[in-house]
């Protein structure tokens, strides 16, 4: 029995001095730090833009680092710096973006206030991509302006949303027609068509384009080239196709096969100008089903 007193005393000692050691990081001197939560130069491809509706609003967070919550309130303001459109592009050349128009979205608000002894408050932005050029790419960065208490983040203070376009994005007309592959020829009556019907071909990259297709789920084509130059004089090569993975695995779940498709008229050891690659944008595969093949064609022009 003393033994496990006296073990009991040895423990009680150690622990009272572990509590009246420093931490491992000392607090005490940090500051007050405002930042945009998944913001900077760190997070920019989370702040892309991918979404194909005409109106897309974003939400995002500030906050308060600090060692203890604030005992007065935080003013934050926030505003669009199209000057760092410029510098972004001085040093990233890959994409050359714009600032988007002043039309093309909205800030509900600029300035909030973080009560004391809170951490976070919430912004938001509303971007309408129907006001935008699809062929061209547009940033909108927001950055914190102004904070009553604390700094602002060097690393974490600018959201860089961003939109990239693509020379081939923007609205179509389209034309789909499927038959049965035993038909041999697409000059056989469709089972399935329709013509000059709307569509949105949208970029998924500089040099990738994705477009639906008619047949099953509505498979995505997904279509990558080179361009080389600029401008009129620019010219286009390398054509690759194919069906989104993501829409040939559900469509296998249900029992079909969405074949690898093909250009119909674009020959991918060729190079083509704009206009001519306007009017090569027709596509073909085969679907096996459990009731035989289908053809399926596809063409897309303005």
């Known amino acids: 029995m003393k033994k496990i007193i006296f073990a009991l005393a040895i423990l009680t000692a150690t622990l009272t001095s572990c509590l009246k050691d420093k931490p491992n990081v000392d607090f005490s001197n940090l500051g007050v730090n405002v930042d945009l939560v998944e913001s900077g130069l760190t997070y920019f491809p ?6 194909t509706a005409d109106t897309i609003t974003k939400t995002f ?5 600090s060692p203890n919550t604030l005992s007065t309130d935080e003013v934050v303001t926030i505003g669009v710096d199209n000057s760092i459109i410029t510098s972004y592009n001085a040093t990233n050349t890959s994409v050359t973006y714009n600032a988007i128009p002043a039309a093309a979205f909205k800030l509900p608000t600029t300035s909030l206030t973080i ?29 914190i ?7 602002i983040s060097g690393n974490f203070g600018v ?3 961003h939109i990239i376009g693509n020379d081939f994005a923007g609205s179509y007309k389209w034309n789909f027609k499927r038959y049965n592959a035993s038909d041999t020829t697409s ?4 089972s399935q068509s329709f013509t000059g019907n709307p569509v949105t071909i949208s970029p998924v990259s500089p040099t990738q384009i994705e477009v639906t297709s008619g ?17 009129a004089s620019a010219s286009y090569s390398n054509f ?63």
């Open 46 to 51: 989370a702040d892309a833009i991918t979404s």
């Open 61 to 65: 967070t500030v906050n308060i680092s």
């Open 115 to 143: 009560k004391a002894g809170q951490r976070v408050g919430t912004f938001s932005v509303t971007i309408y991509k129907n006001q935008l050029d699809p062929a061209l790419s547009y940033m909108l960065p927001i950055k």
């Open 145 to 151: 302006v102004s904070v009553s208490t604390g700094t």
């Open 159 to 161: 959201h860089y949303y």
């Open 187 to 190: 000059t056989a009556p469709a």
């Open 215 to 231: 047949y099953y789920y509505m498979a995505k084509y997904e279509v990558t080239f080179t361009k080389t130059g600029n401008g």
């Open 240 to 302: 690759a196709v194919t069906l989104n993975k993501d829409d040939v695995a559900k469509a296998a779940g249900l029992g079909v096969t969405l074949n690898t498709p093909s250009f119909v008229l674009i020959d991918p050891t060729k190079s083509y100008t704009y206009a001519q690659v306007l009017q090569k944008l027709k596509f073909i595969y085969i679907a096996n089903t459990s009731s035989g093949n289908r053809v399926d064609v596809d063409t897309y022009y303005k």
